[in-house]
């Protein structure tokens, strides 16, 4: 398993923008980031594939949220722009042995330890 560390998260008012990183120890494959807000279940929220030519978003954040990746630095991001309080969560990245795009929670192995995303109104 790689180890994947998160950043980039913060205090945003609606309609700003956070860019989160997820740094992993070695070389990954498909990755995604998921969300959990207190009392919910952790869902999707974006994945790539291992060559970046594929992504999935969730309906919630699609044309707001933008997902790649950097194999050279073994890193992959999540631009978030247009924030809206109901983004407010924690942020988690995850990673997969699967090369093509994943989208369930089982199908990853690794996962960082997350970071908050407050999205103030």
């Known amino acids: 398993q790689v180890q994947l560390v998160e950043s980039g998260g913060g205090l945003v008012q609606a309609g700003g923008s956070l860019r989160l990183s997820c740094a992993a120890s070695g070389r990954t494959f498909s990755m995604g980031w998921f969300r959990q807000a207190p009392g919910a279940e952790r869902d999707i929220v974006a994945a790539?594939?291992?060559?970046?030519?594929?992504?999935y978003y969730a309906d919630s954040v699609k044309g707001r949220f933008t997902i790649s990746r950097d194999n050279a630095k073994n890193t992959v991001y999540l631009q978030m722009n247009s924030l809206k309080p109901e983004d407010t969560a924690v942020y988690y990245c995850?990673?997969?042995?699967?090369?093509?795009?994943?989208?369930?929670?089982?199908?990853?192995?690794?996962w960082g330890q997350g970071t908050q995303v407050t999205v103030s109104s």
């Open positions: 995850a990673a997969s042995k699967s090369r093509g795009v994943v989208t369930t929670t089982g199908q990853y192995d690794s």
């Open positions: 790539i594939s291992w060559s970046g030519g594929s992504t």
